[in-house]
């Protein structure tokens, strides 16, 4: 499915990563050495959006490496692609009068863009219960819907209403709500979200209305697609000084990025407390260098099934000749590509014979070519299958068919002297589209080159130590405790896998470092399996941990998790400051601190016992099969690509 084209469009795809990357930077405010816990979580909040992609994303990438170098460290940037949706425009318009809408991303695919506008009377349904549907002329209707509603919308859908706007009034502060409305299939019901104070702003009395007919004629317009961008890790190094450890390294992990249900309204104040505890390790240790060497990486894209520690451990475990073949592959093409253009800037008609030129002239407008022949074909299917038997039709359907056999000589040509006067106007014509493609085709690749030698860089860096263990913070403000993981929800591992011996070292470290008093948060050691309680009961949210991906590379990997927390307010609206627990998070911090701490002063932290490597990465290309095209070898730019492993969703 091609999402980004049209919300409805389907085409035969051959599926792989294609990749198209932007670059984003945003401005970070100066700070201070040393801020506390309650700053740092309040300027990530105050982006209001941090979810991978947004502005707010930048500004807190920005953040964190200012926040490095206010420390003396020397920060360094990991770029990576991740495809993200972009929203442009999302409004509502009645009584001449154009408000904005918030989109509600509910669907694991289709963007819920709308083509043109879609128009019709707006409904208020209440909880969307047959009784409530009852005796409404749903077909082409617009509804406003309580978002307490269940999957309420989806009997709305098969009735006929075109979009649902979701009223949320203040009692569903839990992002189970928003979870239990999320969609796997490709279902085409643009969704968007206001609290309850808007609608009434808005509409007036909307639930008080005859019938429930709130407006006779709205109309609704959201324009969104999938668009990749380069995200950033950052991450910075601080050597040990300890001569017998230093080579060694601990590897501690943080996300910074925010879950996002509604777009632009995702605050993520108790959801940036694991950066923000990063950031404070990082000035505790640059006060007080560790005796092992010790990588502070802030990773994004973790609402993303963990897309950031992801590429990160790729960087390390990929084979080296196959990251160095790549970026050969890369340059070749990025060389190719600049020599076409060179060509194309410089093409004079009529041309004169020049083999060498018409060789390269080929190969540069083939896939467009193929393009344009394609189109008209569609186009020409659609004109005979819809307006068959029309006269009036008849000729527009001759000189499309007689400019798609012109285009099709032009395809067979090698050489592009002499053209008779219809070709070469084709190929004049068709110059500009290709000139564009080349130029989209050098940015992507300049943006892949830039990703890969950033992980080159940090791949070097790693490979200068011997990796001891990789810890992975997944903290809150409103739990009993640590707990130190090393599976999760992302990736199943077989039952009988048992790793209780490898993990016992790192955990009998932990217990130690935790006999300090830490106010009311204390560590569980959760690394050693209880008769009376197994590891999952400790997460009533199940979460996917970045531990799981280091354990299933082969290193030691802990996910450092605070227990008995719900966190119920990730992802929504209504994680703000103000429901942050400042008091626990300065005891849970000193827990944090002692125990990374120990981590880097342990004689050994394993006993040569590692997990064994199940880390694995697949890579191809996108392809459209064409029409009259025997195989699928045009590339197949927009392609929007999901797979699942378990449940873990990965784009």
Known sequence: VNPMTAPSSFRTVFLGPLIVLLLFQASAPAIGLG??????????????????????????????????????????????????????????????KSFELSPLFNNAITPQAINDFLKGPLYYVGQGTLSELDRKLLKGSILLMDFDSGRNWQTAAALGAQAVIFVDSGITKANSFFREKEEISPLQLPCFWMQQEEALELFGSYNNQVN???????????????????????????????????EELVIVEAFYDSTGYVAGKSPGADESVSIASLLKLADFFSRSPPARSIALVATSGHSQSLHGM?????????????????RKELEKSLSKSEKKLTLLR?????????EQRDALLLDAISNDLKLEIDRISR??????????????????????????????RLSWRTAYHGLPEDEQQLLENLLPLTRLSLERKLQDGSA????????????????????????????????????????????????????????STIGDIFLKAAEEPSGDAHYVNTLQPERMRTWDSYFPDKPFLGGEVASLAGYIGVSLVTIGDSRSLWGTPWDTVEAVNWDYLDNQLHLLTNMVKATTEAPALHS??????????????????????????????????????????LY
């Not at 992801?310 to 790549?326: A, C, M, P, Q, V």
């Open 310 to 326: 992801r590429d990160l451990i790729w960087s390390l475990k990929e084979k080296s000749g196959t990251l160095k073949n790549l």
């Open 448 to 503: 892949r080159l830039r990703a890969l030698e950033s992980a080159l860089d940090f791949r070097i860096m790693v490979r200068d130590h011997t990796v001891s263990a990789v810890l992975s913070l997944h903290l809150s403000s409103h739990g009993e405790g640590i707990g130190g993981f090393h599976q999760g929800w992302l990736y199943r591992l077989r039952p009988r896998i048992n790793r209780t011996g490898i993990f």
């Open 379 to 408: 186009q020409l299917m659609n004109l005979r299958l819809g307006r068959d038997g029309i006269k009036a039709d008849r000729q527009v359907i001759d000189s499309l068919a007689e400019k798609r056999f012109a285009l099709r």
């Open 35 to 96: 801020e506390d816990l309650r700053r740092i979580v309040s300027q990530m909040s105050s982006y209001q959006d941090r979810t991978s992609g947004s502005e707010g994303s930048g500004s807190a990438s920005d953040y964190i490496h200012h926040y490095f170098e206010n420390l003396g460290l020397d920060p360094k940037t990991y770029y990576f692609s991740i495809p993200v949706r972009k929203v442009s425009d999302a409004s509502i318009l009645f009584d001449n």
């Open 346 to 354: 410089d093409l004079s008609f009529p041309l004169n014979r020049d």
């Open 212 to 246: 429930g007919i709130v407006r006779d004629y709205v109309e609704l317009r959201s324009t969104i697609h999938w668009q990749d961008v380069m995200e950033k890790n950052v991450y910075c190094l601080i050597k040990g000084n300890d001569p017998d450890l230093a």
């Open 608 to 649: 040569d016992r590692f997990p064994r490597n199940g880390f694995s990465s697949v890579t191809g290309k996108s392809n459209l099969l064409l029409q009259g095209e025997l195989f699928a070898d045009y590339p197949a730019d927009g392609t929007m690509l999901l797979s699942y492993q378990g449940i873990a969703r």
